[in-house]
């Protein structure tokens, strides 16, 4: 494996790391409010045995989907926290001058050709 393909990997991570991120804070957000919903039906709705043990159900369900979002927020939230910081980011973007140099590089390396001199 070529090294410019390593630090390739960590920058679409840093990349898609932020997208990843964003859209599971606000998967959360939004089974936060579904589980808000469940409770108050629950606590205003006059509801039978077998309603409120559909509702139950679905709150369940709305948790488990609530729980893996936050999981990869929880997961990513390190690395977020180091790229907020401004010389964390400065460093990326050496970094990305670093992976264009060794880019330019490994090209040459692989057009190499010799020429004889006699």
Known sequence: MEISHVIEQFLDLCNK????YGASQATVEKYNKIDQDFLHAIELANLNYKQRAKLTTEA???RVQRRLAKDVVEVYAPLMEYLAKPENFAA??????VLGAIRKQEQYHQNRTYIKKV
């Open 17 to 20: 790391g932020s997208q990843i």
């Open 60 to 62: 369940k369900n709305n």
């Open 92 to 97: 990326i973007q050496m970094l990305k001058q």
